[in-house]
């Protein structure tokens, strides 16, 4: 089978206009604060009044509208410290963006478990990484629901969500929180994955992984209507118990990545009982949109993943893109390491794990599966939605050439078809989050957010999506440091 070889190339570092508009006049004499010190610092407030940013360059017409952002941001309460950064409560991070202003304003998601610890001023449930002394037993899978890894706009709401459980329905506007999202009583408190896929005709799939589930684990598959109703569900059991954090979806099926990270009970938490089984291998099972009843089993090669870029099919045969990691270190040992503030922490960078943006080619008639690495390390990987499916340029968080921090300091762009990459290098202590793709009526554009932690500011970038060397069009920032987060959304004014 062919299989296509990606091309490296040495992309531009950026120009001296794009080191002007996003780096300014760094007075400052202070040796820079680690990425873990101010990225992954706890919000002390409820929420952050509006604040202007204060705008270089031009915002184009296309970008007007809100940029959303969620991520972990009550990581410390009453002096005690959580352990993973998957543990923190969600906070939304609203950007609206109009012709000659960017604001901001922030909140955290009023679950029942933020409001519970709010009243008692300190934390009364372990989290998902780490195990709380005399911590309450949970009640259901929402008792410890912190809605902190992702937005999705749906009927006139943004759903936070979070892997383990339910959704929370959140007023755009205002970003009060309306309550738990129930898609019916029977599916109530039931895993729901923090990367639903919306297709063309609005149709929103996802995802539940419920790798506790029985002796082997299971999947429950959402099909919902624009109209915010589950119209259709299938519980697949797995072969063994697997970690799952994502899917993808070609123009007939839905496909998803089971790497050999297997649950298994007695850990005391939930992410320290999984264990590293590279002898299984790795799983991929694709399911039929018009019936999800029809499964078909794939075996690859062991590999973690986190985030998938697209699919496409052509032919007999699935082509998929996702972000690999050789194991699951990012989840069990790095994660714990960002939040750590000891003194040696830093021993965790040097071993910080990397995916490497890799293609997968799942043969329908003849049942392989092959696996072909880019050699290019991207993470939080999109594309366009343009156009339906097929091959197209594949956008992610990278690193400038040479060069390997712990932390992103570049938006990158892969061309499948012609191996041609190409990436937007930010200035020094700059930790880049995931670009947004909006599509314009002319130029595509790349939208995003960023964190100075020399300047202890946070910033909004605009990148033409096909010329990320010359740097971004627009970034706007202001005297404020946000935590980092996971993922976002873009809505359109």
Not at 185 to 212: C, I, K, R, Y
Request: hydrophobic fraction near 40%.
């Amino acid at each position: 089978m062919h299989r296509r070889q990606f091309l490296k190339t040495a992309a531009c570092v950026a120009s001296a206009p794009y080191l002007s508009l996003i780096a300014g006049n760094d007075a400052s004499a202070e040796e820079s604060l680690p990425a873990w010190k101010l990225g992954w610092r706890s919000v002390d407030v409820d929420s952050f009044a509006p604040m202007s940013l204060t705008v270089d360059g031009e915002i184009p017409p296309d970008v007007m509208g809100t940029l959303y952002r969620n991520g972990p941001a009550k990581l410390e309460r009453a002096g005690v410290r959580y352990q993973h950064w998957f543990d923190g409560d969600g906070m939304i991070q609203q950007f609206t963006i109009r012709p000659d202003s960017v604001v901001h304003r922030g909140k955290f998601i009023a679950t029942a478990k933020y409001a519970e610890e709010q009243a008692a001023g300190r934390f009364l449930y372990s989290g998902a990484g780490t195990e709380l002394p005399n911590s309450r037993p949970g009640r259901n899978n929402d008792s410890g629901n912190v809605a902190n890894t992702s937005l999705l706009p749906l009927n006139g709401e943004l759903l936070a969500l979070w892997e383990g459980c339910s959704a929370y329905r959140v007023d755009p506007d205002t970003l009060q929180t309306l309550g738990r999202k129930d898609w019916s009583e029977e599916l109530q408190h039931m895993p729901f994955s923090a990367h639903p896929l919306v297709d063309s005709d609005g149709t929103v799939w996802n995802v539940g992984s419920a790798s506790f589930a029985g002796s082997s684990g299971a999947l429950f598959v959402y099909r919902i209507n624009a109209a915010g109703n589950v119209v259709a569900s299938q519980l697949i059991k797995t072969p063994f118990a697997g970690y799952l954090h994502s899917f993808t979806m070609s123009e007939r099926y839905l496909i998803f990545y089971i790497g050999p990270h297997v649950f298994e009970r007695g850990g005391s938490t939930f992410v320290n009982s999984f264990r590293w089984q590279p002898n299984r291998g790795s799983r991929l099972v694709v399911v039929d949109k018009d019936d999800l009843s029809t499964q078909r089993w794939f075996e690859a090669p062991s590999g973690f993943v986190f985030h998938c870029a697209n699919a496409y099919e052509r032919e007999r045969r699935i082509i998929a893109h996702l972000s690999l990691y050789e194991d699951a270190g990012i989840l069990d040992t790095a994660m714990f390491g960002l939040l750590d503030t000891s003194a040696d922490a830093a021993t965790h960078y040097p071993q910080f794990p990397r995916a490497e943006l890799a293609t997968l080619e799942l043969d329908l008639t003849g049942g392989r599966v092959d696996v072909c690495s880019s050699g290019e390390l991207l993470e939080f990987p999109g594309t366009s939605p343009r156009g339906g499916y097929g091959e197209k340029p594949i956008y992610g968080t990278g690193h400038a050439p040479g060069e390997l921090p712990t932390y992103s300091n570049a938006v990158v762009r892969v061309d499948p078809s012609s191996g041609n990459v190409s990436r937007a290098v930010f200035p020094d202590k700059h930790m880049v989050e995931e670009p947004l793709l909006v599509n314009g009526h002319g130029n595509d554009w790349l939208v995003g957010t960023f964190l100075d932690f020399g300047r202890k500011q946070t910033g909004v970038y605009v990148l033409n999506a096909d010329d990320l060397d010359a740097g971004p069009v627009a970034v706007a920032r202001m005297n404020r440091a946000l935590p980092l987060g996971f993922h976002g959304c873009f809505v359109g004014a």
